[in-house]
């Protein structure tokens, strides 16, 4: 026995060493002593054989030399071919074993998983388990839930569950940590969290598939919490943590965490640079990428494609295409990925002759096509609206076979739709044999940017798999469209859906929707929802509600919103400006603007364009005309169309025709029908005819479609007593085919849109309405008033009808929120104030430009708008 137990050892010692001379040497050793027929030293030096990767000493061995193999011998056997690649053969010999025990199977599961072929794994473990000849153990549950994970099947691992509790082996550590990693994969991370923390000692290898759960389902911050806590970490525990951060937008923290690894003495891998460099693309911050690639040169035996990969994405993005470059000349063997990373670098830089010559490059030298190289290259023709180019790539595709690829075909599909040529995008997903999420999404978002809402939903209904991405698109299609109350129903439908959770997308989407409609009611609940899931702390979100409110003219709760968020962006600072500018409150407006450069906001273009509307909206000249000056000489700000609107419009209300009139003069571009509008307003409201002359002379050489213009020249000239001028007015928009915008308001009761049109009656409760408005009128004339414009307008006017009917229809606490697609006319403004001092209620008005809160005989514009 001891002899046998040394040669064991010795030849133990040879495998694990790789010393084939020496376990040939200790084979002559054994026929020498008479021992080469003891079966146990047989398998011994069969193992060592197979260890040393002596595929045919140890064939020879097992034909010629072990007469009676037993079920270890076979199984060292099939082991030394799974692990030496050998598959075929493996399978060859478990079909010829006359029997098998748990190991056998459990081998050649193994080696199908190691080989990638998952379900061929999963079938083994089935045949394993209807032959009835050998038990499941740990490896076997083990080695099955990988190959589940792997393919994601989440059916298929909920029974897994059931056969682990079935065989009572759910409380073995190995199997613990196969099942949480198992759900994961499968993407219930619930599931995954109840399991493991059950474990009573969690391996580093099961903690970190749930920070991979965690940072995927919950985000970033509960993977934070998992990993502060963990007793231990392995440098795969902080890459993970690096990437999630990453990828969360939060790249600043994950600079910082990568410090932090280096500082604790955790060696960066190649994954950490590549994490890293990905996260200063994203900045980008070519300070931090440089120093970054310096430690890659020291501390890397060698740069691989993933890290090179990043550095040249890092480098294109930050526009230094010669560092990108001369990174991706230097690497030896240059990848489909690299070459992607460079022709999408020069693409997202506006350099698309140089990426149409790497295409070509790259088609060269691989003589083969990249099917994301293809994708990425016809995104560009979609983005240069170069349709010449984006059919020839088409062609390409259908030549080489590519356009089987999904990522491919969607490409073309976009390219199509966004050069408007929706046949051809509509046949390339006709004839797709395969079709993603991805390829739905964008015909629905095709015939949605055509305005086509009826064909968008065709491809919506005929998905038969929908996530958050796909009832995003169909909602803003019809929010974007004009159909607002539709998709706000469509939210209803899709709470109503298993696996679809609304994100903030959907709820910036819903804000846009009420704050279009001024739908107050469901706006309050939207917001409850966001609280309830947590992303009303979004800042995205945030930002949309805050204009939502300020829209549905809630000016009060939009600033509540705007002081609860922390994270304030430049969207904020603009949301709250605008919004205090659209109600008039000029100063508030001014306050706002001015914290936010107080605390180191850079305002942009739409900052000053705000600002400067609350400063014209409050007849604020002077703080007008300094922040005017401010924008080109502090922020380097050129202004705009819409700035020199704004100035126009502040001037011109103020009075300063002639000054208003020379900015117009001095203007670096051609005045465009806005500013010329605002002038001809302001001319009409100081009675300046002939300058109203001049500015509508401006307008109609423009060509304007809008009405408004046409309207209010002839009001002038009627106003003037020129009868005939306004009376030509009027010729000259039927000759050009220009029609009245026709004004109607609407409002929200009982969850529901009522709209008004002037002479409407299609409202069910027409009668009483205009009943309660002919009461009214005789209520106000005894007041007082009397009567500016012809009875029929006087009277029918959408803003009255809509102020009846609130009156009629909400109780007395309730402001009655009204909204009008046209600027309100005087005589409106005027009843209005009179009812509101007559009833005691509260009316808020959102015109076409501004809001009117009416209360107590008077309007927060000051009668000035």
Not at 193 to 201: D, G, H, K, P, Q
Not at 621 to 647: A, R, T
Request: net charge neutral; hydrophobic share 40%.
């Amino acid at each position: 026995m001891a002899v046998t137990q040394a040669f064991a050892d010795a030849l133990r010692s040879c495998g694990a060493r790789g010393a084939l001379s020496c376990a040939r040497a200790l084979h002559g050793r054994l026929v020498a002593v008479g021992l080469a027929s003891a079966v146990f030293l047989q398998n011994t030096l069969l193992h060592a054989y197979l260890s040393c990767g002596a595929l045919p000493d140890a064939r020879r061995l097992l034909q010629a030399d072990i007469a009676h193999p037993n079920v270890i011998t076979h199984n060292v056997m099939l082991n030394g071919y799974a692990k030496l690649g050998r598959l075929s053969d493996a399978i060859e010999l478990f079909d010829r074993m006359p029997a098998r025990d748990v190991a056998s199977w459990n081998t050649l599961m193994s080696g199908y998983f190691q080989s990638r072929q998952q379900f061929a794994a999963l079938e083994t473990f089935v045949s394993m388990h209807r032959s009835g000849d050998s038990s499941p153990n740990a490896f076997t549950f083990s080695c099955a839930m990988k190959s589940c994970g792997a393919l994601g099947w989440h059916g298929l691992a909920l029974q897994l569950l059931g056969m682990v509790q079935k065989f009572d082996s759910q409380d073995d550590s190995e199997v613990e940590t196969s099942l949480v990693d198992m759900f994961v994969r499968c993407g219930d991370v619930d599931l995954a969290a109840r399991l493991f923390v059950r474990v009573e000692n969690p391996t580093i290898f099961c903690r970190n598939s749930m920070l991979v759960g965690y940072a995927k389902t919950y985000g970033a911050d509960c993977a934070l919490e998992l990993f502060d806590s963990m007793p231990e970490r392995d440098v795969v525990s902080w890459n993970m943590m690096v990437s999630a951060l990453s990828q969360s937008g939060r790249v600043r923290e994950a600079l910082d965490m990568a410090v932090e690894m280096y500082s604790k003495g955790v060696r960066l891998d190649s994954t950490t640079y590549t994490s890293c460099l990905t996260a200063c693309a994203r900045l980008p911050s070519l300070g931090w990428g440089k120093q970054l690639h310096a430690q890659v040169i020291r501390n890397l035996p060698r740069i691989d494609s993933y890290v090179a990969s990043a550095l040249v994405e890092l480098y294109a993005k930050c526009s230094c295409f010669k560092e990108a470059k001369g990174v991706f000349n230097s690497l030896r063997d240059r990848n489909n990925v690299a070459w992607t990373v460079l022709i999408s670098g020069f693409l997202q830089h506006g350099c698309f002759t140089e990426s149409v010559e790497l295409f070509n490059q790259m088609r060269a030298e691989l003589m083969t096509l990249d099917q994301f190289a293809l994708a990425t290259l016809i995104s560009g023709c979609c983005s240069r609206m170069d349709l010449c180019l984006g059919r020839q790539l088409h062609s390409l595709c259908l030549r080489s076979g590519q356009i089987q690829a999904v990522v491919v075909s969607n490409s073309l599909i976009s390219m199509y739709a966004k050069c408007g040529n929706l046949q051809s995008a509509e046949s390339i997903f006709r004839v797709m044999s395969e079709r993603d999420i991805v390829s739905w999404t964008s015909m629905i978002t095709a015939y949605s940017q055509a305005g086509n809402i009826m064909k968008a939903r065709e491809f919506f209904d005929g998905m038969s798999t929908k996530n958050v991405i796909t009832w995003n698109a169909m909602l803003g299609a019809y929010i974007q469209h004009g159909a607002e109350e539709d998709g706000l129903n469509m939210y209803s439908t899709m709470l109503s859906e298993k696996d679809v959770r609304p994100d903030w997308v959907t709820y910036v989407t819903l804000f846009k929707g009420c704050a279009d409609l001024g739908a107050n009611k469901l706006g309050d609940q939207i917001i409850g929802d966001t609280v309830k899931v947590g992303l009303i702390l979004d800042t995205s979100v945030a930002n949309a509600a805050i204009t939502m409110y300020s829209k549905c003219g809630r000016i009060l709760e939009a600033r509540k919103v705007f002081d609860f968020l922390n994270a304030k962006d430049i969207v904020s600072w603009n949301a709250m400006i605008t919004g205090y500018s659209q109600h008039g409150l000029g100063k508030q407006a001014i306050e706002i603007f001015d914290d936010m450069l107080k605390r180191g906001a850079k305002p942009d273009y739409i900052s000053y364009v705000a600002v400067l509307s609350g400063c014209s909206h409050s007849g604020l000249v002077q703080e007008g005309k300094s922040y005017f000056d401010m924008m080109k000489k502090v922020h380097n700000i050129s202004p705009g169309l819409e700035h020199f609107s704004c100035m126009v419009d502040l001037l011109g209300r103020a009075g300063h025709l002639t000054e208003a009139k020379d900015l117009i003069d001095k203007m670096p571009m051609k005045p465009t029908a806005e500013v010329w509008g605002a002038l001809l307003s302001a001319c009409k409201i100081h009675g300046n005819n002939e300058l109203a002359e001049l500015a509508a002379k401006q307008l109609f050489e423009l060509d304007s479609p809008d009405s408004g213009s046409y309207m209010l020249m002839a009001k002038i000239y009627a106003d003037a007593g020129k009868s005939d001028d306004s009376a030509q007015v009027r010729k000259l928009m039927r000759d050009k085919g220009i029609k009245k915008n026709p004004g109607y308001s609407w409002m929200e009761v009982d969850n529901k849109v009522h709209v008004f049109k002037a002479d409407d009656v299609s409202h069910p409760q027409v009668i009483a309405i205009r009943n309660k408005l002919d009461e009214l009128m005789e209520k106000i004339a005894a007041l007082g008033y009397v009567r500016t414009e012809s009875p029929r307008s006087e009277i029918h006017h959408s803003e009255k009808l809509a102020v009846a009917f609130g009156l009629m229809s909400l109780p007395d606490w309730m402001p009655i929120h009204i909204m009008k697609n046209l600027r309100i006319c005087n005589d409106c403004h005027t009843v209005i104030k009179l009812i509101s001092s007559m009833t005691g209620r509260e009316f808020v008005i959102r015109d076409a430009v501004r809001f009117h809160h009416f209360k107590g005989g008077s309007c927060s514009c000051g009668d000035y708008w």
